[in-house]
């Protein structure tokens, strides 16, 4: 059956379906989406709407559903809109007719190679200059705050056209003139925001030039000092990972990603009042071969998490699944499956991982031997820690340059984690006790103890690999040495609670919860009986969840909580 699984994951991806992308442009006072495809394909569908602008997780708020006249097939396609719908009094919901503002697209195109609906979402913003309706430039992915630090933060954006950006922000709660960042003409930016202080809330504006309306603040808060806990005494995040497409089809299967569940349960834990959040890699679907396919679904993962990125710090890490790969030809040795290995060059998986994201750069240095690569995959923006407070974060990359056989491609196996970052671990690890790290938290995908799903890699390998088992061990031993609370893995598309101590061996005398939150939208795995330790496996479920770890100075508390925030499981992690 895993067999099966491996060789559905291992095939490059099909066709480019889009010649050119869609796009939503101004025709007079007409609005125009239009797009063209490969081959000739059925007339399509497209829906239109606005943003609410109370609604802090902007989910598009759809009003009017448009079909292409006729029957025949066509590669160019095109919808027309007249902008007085929007601003007609009856559907103004978003005060367009003042001085306009932004509304939204979302294209469904039947591709008959996929036999599945293609979905684009667009954004497109609009003014008047003298009565005269002009598009303006508009954020159409984003904006993200990330790396929030006690004295820093990092804001990223991408527009529908270069332009020249004009960046506020500043306190909330003091009376301090906001500071002013201006960027130059560009598509996208990352930029600093610095002069934060601990423990406050900041607010920002993102302003393309030109723009009077549509525009948003946001707001974030800022971690208390290393090693103190906040005001109210506890520190809460989020851990998820596995949004791959899933296999119900629709929004489900966008790009790569299942959006709607990327959607819904990103936006419950907001509302469960997380201060970040830690996502445990397959984000997307992967296995492809094409750089900007492989971009193309890290950006659609990124267009599902808008919904809380302006505002929640998110810190990715990478899974198997995040795979740009070079794939051999198919031979008997390999059982009809081909051969992959992470990709060759400076554009390999690693790197536009990190080209996507911004995350943490404190990781270590690479492997100086690339087993035959002409470069290196860095571990940049996907091997890294942080501190909230009192609490301290590693990000681990156990999926660092996958090769199917690494035994003749060179490279890693599923699980591998390369000495440089076991050997930065625990100097990390040291450091952070060292600054006063009350509560130590570790992730990365690929579980040592699976639990339904990946028992035959993983960390485990079905326990037949001794070089595996050497480096499941060595990692293991560090967690417990510098007493982590728990490591949270992913791969398993279900939820599992292990509690990791010397019921399963003498070698764990410090117990170190292991929990499995791989609850996103990938398609489920149910609970596997015959692994060593099932019996002693706390809590399982398959229901699509997030994990919330609530962290006080009297203990942890760990619950998983589905879309609607009902409770799964919850319990103490002591
Ligand atoms: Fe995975």
């Given amino acids: 059956m895993l067999a099966i699984l491996a060789l559905l994951i291992a095939l490059p991806a099909s066709a480019a379906f889009f010649a050119e992308e869609p796009i939503l442009s101004l025709d007079g006072e007409e609005v125009v989406l239009s797009w063209t495809t490969e081959s000739e394909t059925p007339p399509a569908r497209a829906s239109f709407g606005i943003e609410v602008p109370e609604d802090p997780f902007r989910s598009p708020r759809w009003r009017y559903s448009a079909r292409e006249k006729g029957d025949s097939l066509r590669s160019r396609h095109e919808l027309r809109r007249h902008l007085g719908w929007w601003e007609h009094p009856v559907l103004d919901a978003a005060g367009l007719a003042e001085a306009g503002g932004v509304i939204l697209a979302r294209v469904e195109a039947w591709d008959p190679h996929r036999k599945a ?3 684009r979402e667009l954004r497109m913003a ?4 003298d009565s005269v309706v002009v598009q303006l430039p ?3 992915r984003g904006p993200w705050i990330d790396r929030v630090t006690t004295s820093d933060a990092w804001l990223s954006w991408t527009l529908d056209q270069p332009a020249k950006v004009l960046v506020e922000y500043g306190s909330t709660v003091r009376r301090m003139a906001w500071k002013r960042i201006e960027v130059d003409t560009a598509l996208g930016a990352e930029i600093r925001l610095e002069g934060l202080r601990p423990e406050e809330e900041f607010g920002y504006r993102i302003i393309p030039e030109g723009r009077k309306s549509g525009l948003r603040t946001y707001t974030f808060l800022t971690p208390p000092e290393t090693g103190s806990w906040p005001a109210d005494g506890t520190v809460t995040f989020a851990f998820l990972s596995d949004s791959r497409a899933g296999a119900g089809g629709g929004i489900e299967a966008v790009e790569g990603t299942n959006r709607q569940m990327i959607r819904s349960l990103l936006s419950a834990a907001d509302m469960s009042g997380v201060d970040f959040v830690c996502f445990g890699g397959d984000l997307i679907d992967g296995y492809v071969d094409d750089p900007a396919e492989y971009t193309r679904q890290l950006e659609s993962w990124k267009k599902a998490a808008e919904c809380v990125g302006g505002h929640l710090p998110i810190y990715e890490g990478m899974g198997n699944h995040e795979m740009l790969a070079d794939f051999q030809p198919v031979d008997e040795d390999h059982r009809g499956r ?7 060059g400076e554009e390999n998986s690693e790197s536009l991982f990190a080209a996507a994201f911004v995350n943490p750069e404190n990781g270590p240095e690479p492997p100086l031997n690339a087993r035959g690569k002409s470069v290196s995959p860095p571990f940049k923006e996907n091997v890294y820690s942080f501190d909230w407070g009192p609490v301290h974060v590693v990000a681990m990359n156990n999926d660092y340059d996958v090769a199917s056989h690494p035994e003749d491609l060179g490279g890693y196996r599923e699980g591998a984690i390369p000495d440089e970052q076991l050997d930065w671990l625990d ?7 060292k600054r006063g790290a009350q509560e130590i938290f570790v992730f990365a995908h690929e579980p040592p103890f ?10 485990w390998w079905n326990g037949e690999r001794p070089e595996m088992l050497d480096v499941r061990r060595r ?4 967690l417990q040495s510098y007493g982590v609370r728990a490591a ?3 791969d398993e598309h279900n939820y599992s609670a292990l509690r990791v101590d010397s019921r399963l061996g003498e070698e764990y005398q410090t117990p170190v919860w292991h929990i499995v939150s791989g609850g996103v939208g990938a398609p489920y795995y149910a609970k596997d009986e015959s692994l060593p330790w099932a019996t002693h496996v706390s809590a399982f479920s398959t229901i699509q969840h997030f994990c919330r770890i609530e962290v006080s100075a009297d203990g942890v508390i760990l619950s998983a909580l589905d879309a609607h925030g009902r409770v799964i499981d919850r319990r103490p992690l002591d």
Avoid: Q
């Avoid at 609009?126 to 200059?129: N, S």
């Avoid at 100097?427 to 006790?433: I, V």
């Avoid at 699976?450 to 960390?459: S, T």
């Fill in 475 to 478: 990692f293991w031993n560090i």
């Fill in 488 to 490: 949270m893995f992913g």
């Fill in 338 to 344: 081909p051969p992959f290995r992470d990709r060759d």
């Fill in 450 to 459: 699976p639990c339904g799903g990946h028992a035959g890699d993983g960390m």
């Fill in 117 to 119: 609906l293609r979905y």
């Fill in 138 to 140: 508009c954020i159409s």
């Fill in 427 to 433: 100097a990390d690890l040291a450091a952070a006790r």
């Fill in 126 to 129: 609009y003014g008047r200059e």
